[in-house]
């Protein structure tokens, strides 16, 4: 059994879950995602650990192989990724703001109004509109 315990090796496995990759382009990927340098060291041993496990296969092509994964590489990362979400799922419910007027949670940019001198936060100017204007959820109906 593989225990993935690194950000390079968990984003390899959802980089392959997304399309079958070349291995110098999943390095590419890898630094781009994770703002850093990669080396070859940090990912072909794993790639290598996870084709003696039968989760990928590869297809060799001139440039070098090219990495799928295979069912058992899916069910795999299906079962990797569920242990990471309950984990996920607290970080990003701390980070959630319920829109004041019609309910609907909003991770990321939500839109703000003083009103009555108190900061409110709204999923958009329409529900900040309506919040003002008192036609309590009509919004987003």
Same mark, same amino acid.
């Given at each position: 059994?593989?225990?993935?315990?690194?950000?390079?090796?968990?984003?390899?496995?959802i980089s392959l879950n997304n399309?079958?990759?070349?291995?110098?382009?999943?390095?590419?990927?890898?630094?781009?995602?994770?703002?850093?340098?990669?080396?070859?060291?940090?990912?072909?041993?794993?790639?290598?650990?996870?084709?003696?496990?039968?989760?990928?296969?590869?297809?060799?092509?001139? +440039?070098?192989?090219?990495?799928?994964?295979?069912?058992?590489?899916?069910?795999?990362?299906?079962?990797?990724?569920?242990?990471?979400?309950?984990?996920?799922?607290?970080?990003? +419910?701390?980070?959630?703001?319920?829109?004041?007027?019609?309910?609907?949670?909003?991770?990321?940019?939500?839109?703000?109004?003083?009103?009555?001198?108190?900061?409110?936060?709204?999923?958009?100017?329409?529900?900040?509109?309506?919040?003002?204007?008192?036609?309590?959820?009509?919004?987003?109906?």
């Open positions: 059994m593989i225990k993935v315990d690194s950000l390079i090796q968990l984003h390899t496995i399309s079958p990759k070349h291995g110098y382009e999943l390095i590419k990927e890898l630094e781009e995602k994770l703002n850093k340098k990669i080396s070859s060291s940090n990912v072909y041993p794993f790639l290598k650990e996870l084709k003696k496990n039968d989760y990928v296969t590869y297809k060799k092509i001139k +440039r070098g192989k090219v990495y799928t994964l295979t069912s058992k590489g899916k069910r795999f990362i299906n079962e990797t990724l569920s242990k990471f979400n309950n984990i996920i799922q607290e970080s990003l +419910r701390k980070k959630l703001t319920k829109c004041v007027h019609c309910g609907c949670e909003v991770y990321d940019n939500k839109y703000i109004e003083i009103i009555n001198n108190k900061r409110l936060a709204f999923c958009c100017c329409h529900c900040a509109g309506s919040y003002k204007n008192g036609m309590k959820n009509e919004c987003h109906k």
